[in-house]
Each structure stands twice: as C-alpha cells, then as structure tokens.
C-alpha cells in the first residue's frame, strides 16, 4: 500500500537526514546543548554529504540551541565543492515559525561565509522579519493544520530556486515532521558506543509520533562498522506503509512488517 503523504518528488528536492545517535536513540544527554560524540569519522561523513547537498537545513529548536553556521571546514572537501558546485558551502536554511529576537546577534545569521535562507510565518513581528533581511532572504510561509510552518511549501520554494539536494540536520521535532509529511528520501544513522538515558534527553526523532499501522518504513542500503565501535547505515525511506497483522504472542497486540 502506497503512503499517501508522500508529495510528488518533481516538485521538491531530493532530501537527506543525517543523524547521530546515542545506542538508546538520544542526540544529546540531558542538560542539553551542542554534545560532539559522533567522531572524525562521522564528522567527515557529514561534510562529505554537506559537500553534496545544495542546502542544509535546520529547525527552530536546533538554532536556539546550537546556534550552528552550517559549515565545511576540511580544506580539500571545501575545495572539491568550489569545483563542482561554485560556493564552499552550501546554502544554511533555518525553519522557524516565529524568528528569535536575537537573531542579529546569532552565529548562524552573522557568519560571513554563508548565504542564509529562512521561512518562518506571520508569526514573526515585521520588525523581526526585517532584521532577519539583512542576513538571509527571508520566506514567509503558510502554516499547516497544526500551526507549524508548511513543510511542503518549503521544500517546493527551495526546488524553485535551484535547491535540487537538500541534507536535514535536525533536531528531533523537525526529524519528526518531516518523516510524517513524506519528505525523506534516504536516513544516514550513525550509531554511537554510548548510553545517555534520560527521559527528558532529546531523541533522534520526536514529535508526536507515528501510531502502529502508519509507521515509517525503511530498507537498508549499506552498512558498516567504523572505528571506536560506532556503526554507519544508511536506509532509504520506503513510500508504503507497513503490513500490520494480530500478534500471535501477545493478546490484543500487532505484528509489523
């Protein structure tokens, strides 16, 4: 059975969600803030799928958060990506339904070496949006049944403009939703040799979740074991919904596949 949530890709890019995780699933131990655990390799990983992608985005919470200038900093990566696409980094895209008011003051906006894209709603004052125009086109977008920006909009504005692979950085809640709306194409895991627990501990994905007969599918593509017991996979997102059946184990339960 087809997904009915996927948009047809004609019209988006082709997009991309990179992820680090813990090996209970978490991007950061409780406490919050920016946590480097992935390692040189994955590092090297990401900025090779950064090198690739037209733009990189992030959500509003990974901004506040990180405050992250979304960049390629090995030398020969940087070099490689001037040849072949003209700029040593690409776009950094932030979603964002109502923009922070300290934005001019943010390391992500402020970063010389970036062009910056932003879609936010009406939500943000036209002060604010105004502000924001002096580092980074700004998008003002509709919102979605839940308030939140149109994720849909955003990706068929970005392949309007030329945005042909996009990577998704996170965080969980962005993660989430764009998985739900059908707008993931391929997922690189990087599993890594720690356990944060933690009930409050951000997850790789959030969200509201997705109940049992609408999970998200996946088929693995490749896998492999990196140094320092972390392992690299990559899935590419399935667009059917999963087969659910009654569990032959547990009464009143399901089995998924």
Avoid: W
Avoid at 3 to 32: C, H, M, Q, W
Avoid at 93 to 114: G, H, K, V, Y
Avoid at 160 to 165: A, D, E, N, T
């Amino acid at each position: 059975m087809l997904n009915e949530r996927v948009l047809d890709k004609g019209v988006r890019p082709f997009i991309t969600l990179n992820i680090a995780e813990s090996a209970d699933g978490k991007i950061a131990p409780i406490g919050g803030g920016k946590v480097n655990f992935g390692g040189a390799e994955d590092r090297q990983q990401m900025e090779i799928l950064r090198a690739e992608a037209d733009g990189v985005v992030i959500g509003c919470g990974t901004l506040l958060t990180e405050d992250p200038p979304l960049l390629i900093r090995d030398k020969s990566i940087q070099a490689r990506r001037v040849e072949q696409k003209g700029a040593p980094h690409p776009r950094n895209i932030a979603i964002c339904s109502s923009l922070p008011s300290q934005l001019e003051s943010m390391l992500f906006f402020r970063n010389p070496e970036t062009e910056k894209i932003v879609f936010t709603t009406e939500k943000t004052p036209a002060q604010i949006r105004e502000t924001a125009k002096r580092f980074a086109q700004v998008e003002v977008v509709s919102v979605n049944e839940n308030g939140r920006v149109n994720l849909r909009e955003v990706v068929e504005r970005l392949h309007r403009i030329g945005v042909q692979k996009l990577l998704l950085e996170g965080g969980g809640e962005l993660n989430f939703s764009m998985l739900q709306a059908g707008l993931v194409d391929e997922i690189y895991l990087t599993v890594c040799p720690f356990i944060f627990g933690g009930r409050t501990a951000p997850g790789s994905v959030g969200g509201e979740g997705f109940p049992f007969d609408k999970v998200c599918k996946l088929q693995l593509i490749s896998h492999r074991a990196g140094q320092n017991g972390r392992i690299f996979l990559r899935y590419t997102v399935l667009d059917e919904v999963p087969d659910v059946s009654p569990s032959p184990y547990f009464p009143a339960g399901v089995e998924i596949a």
